[in-house]
């Protein structure tokens, strides 16, 4: 009867059109006052304080704020400036210039819909300028905006680490991998289709000239990650860098963008994070339950009765991700499922960085698979392209982000070479 009283809350809820974090918070409430063996509402208090209370989550807010500085200055700009320089002579040289600069922004941004913006609002009128249809053009800024969720510093990556206490610093170095594996077959593809495309001259002076334009751009992801991976700094440390830096180069050296600008931006930054964080809070009360009653290990009993082997937990894991992502936003299905999912990954054998890594690759699909799709809605808003032809544009993108996800399932050492060096 109390569980049934929970669905109907949660129907009730849903039907009201409530948002996620309300859902959640009143689904909590509801479980901690009873469904425990200690009924008190008080205790989801003490985990909202307890799951704030971590300085690895001053990175998240920190990151989105560096990656905005970005966006709004020039540093996105000049990295652009610097992959078309580069990738002139090769078919398809525009598209794969934005495949590269989205790449290297992921690298010091870490959020796929800021990633997608910065870059996209200066290629995807350029690729319409220079010929490529609008297709290709949404379908690849939409699906290479996720290389944000899966190179680091991502933030799925932080969330992922900080809800199964799995090390963020060897989450980041099994990120590469995949990440990169993406960006090759997103400018493979782009070869592909763009075949007979013209293409320019290679320019030495152009490629030098950008060079040095854009080299305080670029030094960026070298201090940042090499700082993690050294130990100078921590990831909130970096986090810390990241702003100070952008901040010095964007006011200072390329001083396109003014301090009044500064309050905008905190406000935009404010407003990404206003769901995140509650929802991170209350999301932990609900584990911090469900570790209390068993739930994981229930759950990994149930399971290995009906799993028989490790590829049809991948399955079955994978599946149930797809689906996830694909109905409600990618930072709630990671703090509600990831620590469920965990235990079972370790269960069946598998390496829990690994095991991190694909569910992580899984839910970045959710960003680009209707009905949901972040990255789908924020680029209907931005280019001003209606939700059907963005759907259109993004399918063959998604059946190789399918394709890259089969890869990582099967091969551990991408994501792990790294960690055994």
């Not at 993406?182 to 495309?197: E, I, P, Q």
């Not at 990994?300 to 936003?329: C, E, F, K, R, Y």
């Not at 009905?371 to 399918?395: D, H, R, S, T, Y």
């Not at 190789?400 to 890869?407: P, T």
Request: aromatic content about 8%; some cysteine; proline content about 5%.
């Amino acid at each position: 009867m109390v569980t049934l009283g929970l669905l109907a809350l949660i129907a009730l809820l849903v039907v009201l059109r409530q948002s996620i974090v309300m859902i959640v918070a009143l689904a909590v409430a509801y479980v901690h006052a009873f469904m425990t063996s200690k009924p008190n509402v008080e205790f989801l208090i003490q985990d909202v304080w307890y799951a704030i209370d971590r300085e690895v989550l001053l990175s998240i807010p920190l990151f989105v704020f560096a990656g905005l500085i970005m966006a709004r200055g020039s540093i996105a700009a000049r990295l652009v400036e610097i992959m078309r320089a580069f990738t002139s002579r090769v078919p398809g040289g525009l598209g794969i210039a934005t495949v590269l600069a989205l790449t290297v922004f992921s690298a010091v941004c870490g959020a796929s819909s800021v990633t997608m913006l910065a870059i996209g609002t200066i290629m995807y009128p350029a690729l319409l300028q220079a010929g490529y249809s609008k297709r290709y053009a949404l379908g690849v800024l939409c699906a290479g905006g996720t290389l944000g969720v899966i190179i680091p510093p991502s933030l799925l990556l932080i969330l992922y680490g900080i809800s199964t206490e799995v090390s963020i610093t060897d989450l980041f170095k099994a990120g590469w991998g995949p990440g990169l594996l993406l960006s090759g077959a997103l400018c493979l593809y782009t070869v592909f289709v763009n075949w007979r495309r013209p293409t320019t001259p290679f320019v030495l002076r152009d490629v030098l000239q950008a060079l040095t334009r854009g080299i305080w751009a670029l030094a960026m992801p070298v201090i940042l990650l090499g700082g993690i991976y050294t130990g100078w700094f921590t990831v909130t440390e970096s986090a810390a860098v990241a702003v100070v830096y952008a901040l010095f180069v964007e006011l200072f050296i390329h001083r396109e963008l003014k301090p009044r600008d500064l309050s905008r931006i905190t406000l935009e930054t404010v407003k990404m994070l206003g769901m995140l964080m509650p929802l991170l809070a209350i999301a932990q009360s609900l584990n911090n339950i469900l570790d209390l009653q068993g739930a994981p290990q229930a759950l990994v009993h149930q399971m290995q009765s009906m799993v028989t082997s490790p590829v049809m937990l991948l399955v079955v894991v994978n599946l149930v991700l797809l689906i996830a992502g694909a109905l409600m936003d990618e930072s709630s299905a990671i703090l509600i499922l990831a620590p469920l999912l965990a235990p079972m990954g370790l269960a069946y054998g598998f390496n829990p960085v690994h095991f991190g890594i694909i569910v992580t690759v899984n839910l970045q699909i959710g960003y680009v698979a209707p009905p949901v799709a972040l990255n789908l809605v924020v680029a209907m808003a931005a280019f001003k392209e209606p939700f059907g032809l963005i759907v259109q544009a993004v399918l063959p993108f998604i059946a190789i982000m399918l394709a890259v996800l089969i890869v990582v399932c099967a091969l551990p050492d991408l994501s792990l070479f790294l960690l055994r060096k």
